[in-house]
């Protein structure tokens, strides 16, 4: 069974900066898809950042210009560094994966708060 646990949140102001951990029970050598998504109260979840086989980032207008994923192969690790961070960013950040298509393994989440 792969495990995904993330890291990392906490609580910031605004302008600052957190670097979020996704640690894999699994080698992510030839993962199809990683990414975060993330989930605010009363929201519907939604994703922010991923990474699929071509290694090409794609991300949420949202966040465009203040987040930068990344992966550490040797590491089994996806990593979500957010910057310039700002009250709406608060949420529960979720990290997903899956060898094949649609996102089938879920962490836990880790909790962003963003005060003004």
């Known amino acids: 069974q792969v495990q995904l646990v993330e890291s990392g949140g906490g609580l910031v102001q605004t302008g600052g900066s957190l670097r979020l951990s996704c640690a894999v029970s699994?080698?992510?050598?030839?993962?199809?898809?990683m990414g975060w998504y993330r989930q605010a109260p009363g929201k519907q979840r939604e994703v922010v950042a991923f990474?699929?086989?071509?290694?090409?980032?794609t991300y949420a207008n949202s966040v465009k210009g203040r987040f930068t994923i990344s992966r550490d192969n040797a590491k089994n690790t996806l990593f979500l560094q957010m910057n310039s961070l700002r009250p709406e960013d608060t949420a529960v950040y979720l990290c997903?994966?899956?060898?094949?298509?649609?996102?089938?393994?879920w962490g836990q989440g880790t909790q962003v708060t963003v005060s003004s």
């Open positions: 699994r080698s992510i050598l030839s993962i199809n898809f």
């Open positions: 990474i699929t086989s071509g290694d090409r980032p």
């Open positions: 997903a994966a899956d060898w094949h298509g649609t996102p089938r393994y």
